[in-house]
């Protein structure tokens, strides 16, 4: 783990000991089936092992305790697992539990996975039908997901029980998915800005935003939704570079404010007249134009909840030195993406699901329809895509970080309904 012959930080090593072993356990997570126990087995053990270090990270808190004859009481200080520990770590405990719980339930089940090249070559006409899009060529899901095991039903699709469980999984595991984001952005938040990342920004922040966004921001009239209907959000990449290049320009704006600031306190006693003035209205520029350039940063997040860790995030995992912290972020990471995953294997089967009982539903009712003409015109049947499809998708997983494995998890939501409507609305 020690990532050269210098060796890393304590608290990244544990950073990378648990992305790796997260990897290895939940990297293959293509079926709605318990994990292997040999793998539950080496989960639960390592992250024993790794976790046991927040057990020396304390803080002392008042206690009242009473005298060994009961004569009376007195305060004592004892040790207590710090603030953020306390209060994060047994909530991610509970949120692994719950998800391997949840797949621990998919044991008996009315479907089953066959290998992909299996269900092309062997399937008949009404399975293609499921395999392919309506104008007969492979489905968006299947380009896209091809190394996946597909998932097979009944003929008349699943039971009505066994789709409101998966439908009840599916909630269940989508509020996991936002706790765990949660946790995970206020960790971020709290560590420390390093100052090798301070030290690599531009001198101005017109130099870093650009002339269109710079303009935008220092209108007199001020309007983020519209910049960023301006701006080409289209891609995952566009929208993180530009995400990047705001939080970089809010830190610059912040530094001079504060470096203003230091001096404005150390003029106040001098008897500078008209510079203080100068001095005063310079500040005040620099924190109003912060401000608005994380306003933009917020709403873009609100856009894009999933949008993947900026470069500030990855340089604040890379050379934090608080170990409790970087337990937290790479725990609450890592059950990120692993209820991401299980939100996707449980859409990608109610899909399946969908596709199979229309087809159903058909099969008794003539394919063809007489027109006005006599001839035989087919009747147009369709089946809406999978909404969970990286094309349709809300989420992606941040199942990155600042070392080889930042791309391991990069699933892409290039065809966000959120991006379609920005699309929309430029053109």
Not at 23 to 52: D, I, N, S
Not at 224 to 240: F, N, Q, R
């Amino acid at each position: 783990m020690s990532g050269g012959g210098k060796g890393v930080s304590t608290a990244l090593a544990i950073s990378n000991a648990i992305t790796n072993l997260s990897a290895t356990v939940f990297g293959e997570l293509w079926k709605l089936q318990p994990l292997a126990p040999e793998k539950k087995l080496m989960w639960h053990r390592e992250m024993e092992w790794l976790l046991c270090v927040s057990d020396s990270i304390v803080e002392l808190i008042p206690s009242v305790q009473e005298f060994p004859g009961g004569e009376g009481t007195f305060e004592v200080m004892v040790t207590r697992p710090r603030s953020d520990l306390y209060i994060n770590l047994p909530a991610l405990k509970k949120v692994d539990a719950m998800l391997l719980s949840m797949l621990d339930d998919f044991s008996d089940s009315e479907f089953y996975y066959v290998d992909r090249g299996v269900i092309v070559s062997g399937a008949d006409d009404g399975e293609r039908h499921s395999l392919s899009s309506p104008s007969g060529r492979p489905s968006i899901r299947q380009e896209e997901k091809w190394w996946l095991p597909f998932p097979r039903v009944p003929p008349n699709g699943l039971s009505e029980s066994v789709t409101n469980r998966l439908q009840q999984c599916k909630e269940w595991t989508n509020q996991i998915l936002k706790a765990a984001m949660a946790i995970n952005s206020s960790v971020l938040a709290e560590m420390e800005i390093p100052d090798v990342y301070l030290d690599s920004l531009p001198k101005s922040g017109k130099a870093c935003l650009g002339e269109t966004i710079y303009r935008s921001i220092t209108a007199d009239q001020f309007s983020p939704e519209c910049l960023l209907d301006y701006l080409d959000l289209s891609s995952e990449y566009t929208s993180l570079e530009i995400a990047n290049r705001i939080e970089a320009a809010i830190h610059i704006w912040r530094q001079k404010y504060l470096k203003r600031h230091t001096n404005h306190t150390k003029a106040g006693r001098s008897s500078w007249g008209g510079k203080v003035k100068g001095l005063v209205g310079y500040m005040e520029k620099n924190k109003l134009l912060a401000q608005r350039a994380e306003t933009i940063l917020q709403n873009l997040r609100l856009r894009f909840p999933g949008l993947p860790q900026t470069a500030l995030d990855m340089a604040k995992i890379q050379y934090n030195k608080d170990v409790g912290q970087s337990i937290l972020e790479s725990y609450s990471r890592v059950m990120e993406s692993l209820a991401f995953n299980i939100m996707a294997r449980i859409d990608d089967l109610l899909y399946i699901d969908d596709a199979t009982k229309f087809r159903a539903a058909a099969e008794p009712i003539s394919l063809f329809k007489q027109d006005g003409y006599g001839d035989a015109c087919p009747l147009r049947r369709q089946i809406l895509p999978s909404p969970f499809s990286i094309q349709n998708t809300s989420y992606v997983s941040q199942f990155t970080a600042p070392a080889s494995y930042s791309s391991a998890m990069k699933e892409n939501r290039d065809g966000n309904p959120l991006d379609r409507n920005l699309q929309d609305q430029c053109s």
